[in-house]
């Protein structure tokens, strides 16, 4: 059975530390501190590019010789207020001091030297809305493709209302194909709201060579290798995840699912 659902390891420090190797590819790493005020933690980047997202909680960051200063206005995720960002590239080190108890999020892949350190967001990352009825959520996109600041990292977070669908119909980025579609492992780190929730995840292949349906619960790590990957809320909690994907090439292009794209294609048309 592959190893896809990753449990924090405790309640404190660096609960995630997947690395490329570990998680048995090529591309993503993730990784993520639970701070009190106070705490320091240090990252070399090496050969990865990172992008830093303070989920909750405010922090000092400095990185790549620069100073960013006090950053974050989120103190829970579930506001659904923008996230603070800093992208740090290859070859470089960087720094976080927790000024309030925090979660900082690591997302970790190649970097090619290609982009500077500079801040993302809060104040130019918008909420929007997609999809309809059960299968609306509601995103940030971090550091997708329409934003030149990254070799490699795509990052975007997500607001899933409780009883609603997410990365929905099942869609897949497994080919290295563009531009029909583009290889993209992909991590979600979930959180529930509230706490004591749990959600759903299935990772599957059409083929049915990998079906795995997952029961995640607040802070646990999904990884996607390949195949279909849609989440489930049930009534009563609403869902977050933070989407990390990376591959051969910075673009996102799927298909959906061929049994369920007539959801989306009525969509389109209403």
């Known amino acids: 059975m592959p190893d896809l659902l990753r449990k924090p390891t405790g309640l404190a420090g660096k609960v995630h530390d997947i690395t490329a190797k570990s998680a048995g590819w090529g591309y993503v790493g993730f990784g993520l501190y639970r701070l009190k005020a106070g705490q320091s933690v240090s990252e070399v980047t090496q050969k990865n590019e990172v992008i830093l997202v303070l989920v909750e909680g405010k922090a000092r960051i ?99 209302p409780a009883g609603n669908w997410s990365s929905y119909p099942p869609h897949r980025h497994d080919e290295d194909d563009f531009p029909r579609m583009t290889y993209l492992e992909e991590t979600y780190y979930h959180r529930l709201n509230p706490g004591q929730g749990f959600g759903f995840q299935r990772v599957f292949t059409e083929d049915g060579e990998l079906d795995e349906t997952m029961t995640v619960s607040d802070g646990d790590v999904v990884l996607v290798p390949r195949g279909h990957h849609p989440c489930g809320a049930p009534y009563g909690y609403e869902m977050y995840y933070l989407n990390v994907m990376a591959g051969p090439r910075r673009n996102w292009r799927f298909q959906n699912h061929p049994d369920h794209d007539w959801i989306f294609q009525r969509d389109q048309q209403g």
């Open 62 to 160: 400095s990185g790549a010789g620069m100073d960013f200063g006090e950053m974050g206005n989120r103190m829970c995720v579930f506001e659904r207020t923008p996230p603070a960002c800093v992208y740090s590239p290859d070859a470089s080190d960087g720094q976080a001091t927790a000024t309030t108890d925090c979660t900082l999020a690591v997302c970790l892949a190649p970097g090619r030297g290609g982009h500077a350190a500079q801040v993302i967001g809060p104040g130019d990352i918008a909420l929007e809305t997609r999809g309809k009825g059960a299968n609306t959520r509601y995103i940030h996109n971090i550091a997708m493709e329409n934003r030149d600041v990254a070799d490699s990292l795509l990052v975007t977070e997500v607001f899933t």
